[in-house]
T-cell receptor
Framework: AQSVTQLGSHVSVSEGALVLLRCNYS??????LFWYVQYPNQGLQLLLK??????LVKGINGFEAEFKKSETSFHLTKPSAHMSDAAEYFC????????????FGAGTRLTVKP | GAGVSQTPSNKVTEKGKYVELRCDPI?????LYWYRQSLGQGPEFLIY????????DSGLPNDRFFAVRPEGSVSTLKIQRTERGDSAMYLC?????????????FGPGTRLTVT
């Protein structure tokens, strides 16, 4: 079974500062990893996904994440935060065989200060 | 094109009542998923449909919860004898290819409040 742990339920950064949202995974098989963003009163939107092709994954809105097997991590970063990045971010993991076993972390709420 | 839609957006009901939550997936998507998201938590898997059949309902918390997808498109999540603990956001998602690393497209959710 796989799971993810998101370190920090709340992260606050200043506009223009680096965004770093942490995610560690646990999986007995090579995982697929995802980052989703949820804006208020909206559904989840996929930011990026790791599918074993490349360890550095670029997503939408300037976000990227690096898969580090040795650290079992898949942290999300963005060099310069915008006010519009304020939202809830979820890391998720699924195995390569089952099509219904996606497991989400508890989420990290990002606040961007002007 | 149109995304996943869910109705109603909000539902308030009294303890013990029956509720139905509807999900319209993206046209052509064969896989449909229901999740429950409690406050401060990530989505928790409830049930997955491949076509008309429930391929995996292991996430349904008890027999008060049931879901159908009779024609392989629209799905309805049904909750009998609602309890206050059922209050949560119920999310529906669909995907074109029901295999990893598929992308699941999420609807805006239905917020259920049981008083």
């Amino acid at each position: 079974a796989q799971s993810v742990t998101q370190l920090g339920s709340h992260v606050s950064v200043s506009e223009g500062a680096l965004v770093l949202l942490r995610c560690n995974y646990s999986s007995s098989v090579p995982p697929y990893l995802f980052w989703y963003v949820q804006y208020p009163n909206q559904g989840l939107q996929l930011l990026l996904k790791y599918t074993s092709a490349a360890t550095l994954v670029k997503g939408i809105n300037g976000f990227e994440a690096e898969f580090k097997k040795s650290e079992t991590s898949f942290h999300l970063t963005k060099p310069s935060a915008h006010m519009s990045d304020a939202a809830e971010y979820f890391c998720a993991v699924s195995g390569p065989y089952n099509n219904n076993d996606m497991r989400f972390g508890a989420g990290t709420r990002l606040t961007v200060k002007p | 094109g149109a995304g996943v839609s869910q109705t109603p957006s909000n539902k308030v009901t009294e303890k013990g009542k029956y509720v139905e939550l509807r999900c319209d997936p993206i046209s052509g998507h064969t896989a449909l998923y229901w999740y429950r998201q409690s406050l401060g938590q990530g989505p928790e898997f409830l049930i997955y449909f491949q076509g008309t059949g429930a391929a995996d309902d292991s996430g349904l918390p008890n027999d008060r919860f049931f879901a159908v997808r009779p024609e392989g498109s629209v799905s309805t999540l049904k909750i009998q004898r609602t309890e206050r603990g059922d209050s949560a956001m119920y999310l529906c998602a669909s995907s074109l290819i029901p295999r990893p690393p598929y992308e699941q497209y999420f609807g805006p959710g239905t917020r259920l409040t049981v008083t």
